[in-house]
């Protein structure tokens, strides 16, 4: 029903910046929240950051003004634009929405996951 495909992975260098985004697509009434996980090997998911419809933002403290979220309500959309890059943000990169959907006529919140897309930092 819903899909979340995310793109801008890679391999950069310490100090490089990278563009992740992840498009939602299908049957969506609303997004309420969009963001970000990452999850490095032998390491728990966490948040990475989040975007609420109001424009609200929060960030991990690893991340703060290093990383920017950003969100495109028209096109379901959410970028995140990462600098300076660490050894240590090396990871597989998540988008996550909260939404509802058109067939329960937007009454029931859904958490929905993209595949993934690697970020690789080399120092």
């Known amino acids: 029903q819903v899909q979340l495909v995310e793109s801008g992975g890679g391999l950069v260098q310490a100090g490089g910046s990278l563009r992740l985004s992840c498009a939602a697509s299908?049957?969506?009434?609303?997004?309420?929240?969009m963001g970000w996980y990452r999850q490095a090997p032998g390491k728990q998911r966490e948040l990475v950051a989040s975007?609420?419809?109001?424009?609200?933002?929060n960030y991990a403290d690893s991340v703060k003004g290093r990383f920017t979220i950003s969100r495109d309500s028209a096109k379901n959309t959410v970028y995140l634009q990462m600098s300076s890059l660490k050894p240590e943000d090396t990871a597989v990169y998540f988008c996550?929405?909260?939404?509802?959907?058109?067939?329960?006529?937007?009454?029931?919140?859904?958490?929905?996951w993209g595949q993934g897309t690697q970020v690789t930092v080399s120092s």
């Open positions: 996550n929405a909260l939404l509802t959907l058109t067939s329960t006529g937007g009454k029931l919140q859904y958490n929905y």
């Open positions: 299908g049957n969506i009434f609303s997004i309420n929240l």
């Open positions: 975007t609420s419809t109001s424009g609200s933002t």
